[in-house]
Every structure is written in structure tokens, then in C-alpha cells.
């Protein structure tokens, strides 16, 4: 009588090695889970961080001379009527162009002396640039140059200005024209209709 230990050995591995294949099996859902990508990661890592708005600080400075405030005269302008009101052969000086400024324009009275100062110096220089002034010895008037490009400028603005009257005229002129004569044409046909409804009474 052989021994039967082989047998049931083989029948215990057979069944361990079925518990196994059946532990191995995917899920039941038969979806497969993709695992992350390092890529992903290292990428958000890699992000720069958003910046926070800097606040913009806010820096008291003078404004430029050829700004012009609501109802106010820039220093470059009342600078220029200082110079023409003062009426000086050989120019007039800084200290005279402030001093007239100051008398006639009353806003001026509450700027700070050094910021006055500053304001209408800038007033100057932009002038000298721009070639409005002419500069003498230390004294500034107006440019001759600058009154003839002026004066050249304002003419021609009136000329365009009267041409453009002129066409505007002609134009309403012309529509009244076209007006006067759609109202005769109109007139025309009324009578010449009302003539042939009294012919027509007469015949019958």
C-alpha cells in the first residue's frame, strides 16, 4: 500500500497557487489607475509665484509748466503776460517776472516761495525752448520770431475759418434752393391736377 503524502502535498499546492492567481486579479471595475507623472509635479513646482501689485507711491512733484489747470493760467502763460505787461526794452528779469506774477494772479500768493520759485523758473526755460522767449543778458523777452509764427498761425486759422462760414453758407443756401424749388414743383402739379378735375366737370 503506497503512501498517499505526495498526493495531498501536490493537491495543497495546487490550491494555494489558485488562491494566489485569483489575489492577482485586476479589479472589477476594469478600470486601470494611471499613476502620476514626476513631470507633473516638477512643473507645478516650477511655477513662479505670482507677484503681489506694488503700491505705487505717490511723489509729491512740481507740475509741468504747460499744464494747464480749470480756470488757470500756466506759468508759461502768465510768465508771457508778465513779460508783455512790463513793456521792458531790454527785458525783464526773473525777479521783476515773479514779482508781476504775484501781484496778479492771486492763486500764486499761496505756493510755497521755493515752489514758486521752481515753477516759474521751469516756466522760463520751457519758453527759452520752445523759442516763445529770447534771453538777454539775464533779462527775457518775448521773440520776434515767435509773435510772426503767432500772428501767421492766427491768420491763417481765421482764413479756415472764414472758408468754412462760407462753405456752410453756400450749403444752406443751396438747400434752401432745392427747398424753394421741390415747393414750386409741387405747386405746379397741384394746379395743373385741380385744372383738369374742373375740365372734367365741365365735360360732364
Known amino acids: 500500500m503506497g503512501d498517499s503524502t505526495p498526493a495531498k502535498g501536490k493537491t495543497f499546492d495546487s490550491v494555494e497557487k489558485a488562491e494566489l492567481s485569483s489575489?492577482?486579479?485586476?479589479?472589477s471595475s476594469g478600470k486601470k489607475l494611471t499613476p502620476m507623472k514626476t513631470d507633473d509635479l516638477s512643473a507645478d513646482s516650477k511655477m513662479p509665484a505670482k507677484k503681489s501689485p506694488k503700491s505705487s507711491s505717490s511723489k509729491s512733484s512740481s507740475p509741468p509748466a504747460g499744464r494747464k489747470k480749470?480756470?488757470?493760467?500756466t506759468y508759461l502763460e502768465m510768465?508771457?503776460?508778465?513779460?508783455?505787461?512790463?513793456k521792458d526794452r531790454s527785458g525783464s528779469s526773473n525777479?521783476?517776472?515773479?514779482?508781476?506774477?504775484?501781484?496778479?494772479?492771486?492763486?500764486c500768493k499761496s505756493v510755497p516761495p521755493n515752489m514758486?520759485?521752481?515753477?516759474?523758473?521751469?516756466?522760463?526755460?520751457a519758453?527759452?525752448?520752445e523759442g516763445r522767449f529770447t534771453k538777454v543778458k539775464n533779462s527775457y523777452k518775448i521773440s520776434s520770431e515767435w509773435n510772426k509764427k503767432q500772428k501767421?498761425?492766427?491768420?491763417?486759422?481765421?482764413?479756415?475759418r472764414k472758408k468754412a462760414e462760407k462753405a456752410r453758407t453756400a450749403e444752406l443756401e443751396?438747400?434752401?434752393?432745392?427747398?424753394?424749388?421741390?415747393?414750386?414743383?409741387?405747386?405746379?402739379?397741384?394746379?395743373e391736377k385741380d385744372m383738369v378735375s374742373v375740365i372734367i366737370d365741365l365735360c360732364t
Do not use: C, M, Y
Open 23 to 27: 489575489s492577482k486579479k485586476p479589479l
Open 70 to 73: 480749470s480756470g488757470k493760467p
Open 79 to 86: 510768465t508771457h503776460n508778465a513779460i508783455v505787461a512790463l
Open 95 to 107: 525777479i521783476a517776472i515773479g514779482k508781476w506774477v504775484l501781484a496778479n494772479n492771486e492763486h
Open 116 to 125: 514758486f520759485k521752481s515753477r516759474l523758473n521751469q516756466a522760463i526755460k
Open 127 to 129: 519758453g527759452v525752448k
Open 152 to 160: 501767421a498761425a492766427s491768420r491763417a486759422k481765421d482764413a479756415s
Open 174 to 191: 443751396k438747400s434752401k434752393q432745392k427747398k424753394k424749388e421741390q415747393s414750386d414743383e409741387e405747386e405746379r402739379k397741384r394746379k
